[in-house]
Each structure stands twice: as C-alpha cells, then as structure tokens.
C-alpha cells in the first residue's frame, strides 16, 4: 500500500550506516514513522532535518510495516533560524511534543495546518504569542481545551484573573482571591486580542505545559520532553521570573 501527504519532520534517528527512520507529522494520516534510505548521510539527510516541510510519499507490502519514505524538500525551516537560537529552542520543543503527545497513525489535520502556521510565524514579531497559543491548540485537539470563557466558580465573564490547575477552567479575582497562591495566573491575550507582557508568555508557558503533562503525558508515564523544559526555562530566565514549585 501506499499514500502520499504534506509533512512536517519531527525526528529521525540512525538506522545501519546510511539510513534513518523519520518521524514525520503528516496532514492525513497523523505522526508516522517511516525507513528513510540515505536519510542518515549526505544530501538526503538534509531533507530530514527536524521541522522541515516536505512532500512525502510511503509505501509497504502491509499497513502494519514500518514502511518507506521518499520525500522532497518543500522548505528548510531550520535552515532559516540558524542565526535565532531562541527560535530554534522553540521549533525543536514543538517537534518534542508532538512528537511525545500525538498517537501514531491517528489524523489530527487541524492540528497540522496550526502546526504550519506556526512555523510559518516563527518570523514574526509576535511569534511567542504564537507558540503559546500554539500549545493551547495542542490541548484542545487531543480533548483537553481550557475553559477561559467564564469563571468556574461563579460564572461571570468578568473580571477573570486565574486559571484552576485542577479543571482548566477560568477562574475571576473576587472568586480567586483566597486561592490566589495556588491557581495560575490568567494571560490576557489568551482572552483577548491584547499584547502579551512578559509575565503572560511565561504563565502561558506554565499553563498549557501543566496540562499537557497532567492529561496527556502522565498516563503514559511521560514527562514533559527536554526541549520543552529548555524552552520555558529560556523564557524564565530571560523575563527574570521565579520558578514557582505547585
């Protein structure tokens, strides 16, 4: 059999002196592993590289086959962001997590044009606003959105300052109040079209991070991958905000 799709590389890794076998997150057929041949040495494996867009095609003699890759390059997404390593840190992070939260063969093909979209952002002035939301995206595909809509205590659309780490769910300053210390705080321009503080990228960061960990990765005994810990430790440093320990 065979088929073939749009696709994004989140990784490979060596098999035999020549070869790979890629991970690739296609737009119809979901995170797929494939034998890419040569794709571990010389120009083929520069098609590879993690984050590049390609056009892939697969085939095997059974759909349960690890299969073959035969892609071509449609563009070189890392290649452009060598000179941005904060940049790259936040490519690699999203490659990780997919890569560690998304079921292998299952379509998620919402999630891929976002997935696009925010590689094709990565340029832009407002790009960790972006993958922020990007994050949030990611939650809401696999079936854990917040709820930022309304306060979960009182149900008032105003006035909205947290977010529960329990149920995901906004939470306003009068109801909040006497939790403060043990909710998250809500970023605006997860609400709103409002600019994001520092302060807000960094919340962002530790909200969708708590919860693809609690809902998504724990029960796979996962964790959070070394890239995304990277990035939000990145973050931290560079806004100067303590890491607070819930």
Same mark, same amino acid.
């Given at each position: ?77 890392? @290649?452009? #962001?060598? $000179? /941005?390593?904060?940049? %790259?840190? &936040?490519?690699?992070?999203? !490659?990780?997590?997919?890569? =560690? ?7 998620? @093909?919402? #999630?891929? $044009? /976002?997935?696009?979209? %925010?590689? &094709?952002?990565?340029?832009? !002035?407002?790009?960790?606003? =972006? ?16 709820? %930022? ?98």
């Amino acid at each position: 059999m065979k088929w073939r799709d749009e696709a994004i590389v989140l990784g490979r890794r060596a098999h035999g002196e020549h070869a790979a076998v890629a991970t690739l997150f296609s737009r119809a057929h979901g995170r797929h592993l494939g034998l890419a041949r040569g794709g571990g040495h010389g120009k083929s494996a520069a098609i590879y590289e993690l984050g590049n867009r390609v056009d892939a095609a697969w085939r095997a003699r059974l759909p349960e086959h690890l299969g073959n890759w035969t892609c071509e390059l449609v563009e070189a997404v890392a @290649a452009k #962001l060598m $000179d /941005a390593p904060d940049k %790259l840190e &936040a490519l690699a992070a999203c !490659a990780a997590l997919l890569d =560690a939260v998304l079921p292998e063969r299952e379509p998620h @093909a919402g #999630l891929y $044009d /976002a997935t696009r979209d %925010l590689l &094709a952002r990565l340029d832009d !002035a407002g790009w960790r606003e =972006a993958y922020v939301r990007w994050e949030c995206r990611c939650l809401a595909d696999l079936g854990f959105g917040l709820d %930022l809509d309304s306060c979960a205590a009182t149900g008032v659309v105003d006035d909205l300052r947290y977010v529960s780490p329990k149920t995901g769910r906004a939470v306003s300053a009068e109801a909040g109040a006497p939790y403060a210390d043990r909710l998250f705080a809500l970023p605006g321009f997860l609400r709103a079209p409002v600019p994001a503080t520092p302060a807000d990228l960094v919340a962002g960061l530790e909200i969708a991070g708590h919860f693809l960990e609690r809902h998504v990765l724990a029960p796979q005994t996962k964790t959070l991958p070394g890239a995304r810990v990277r990035l939000y430790e990145r973050w931290r440093r560079e806004f100067r905000r303590p890491k607070e320990p819930r």
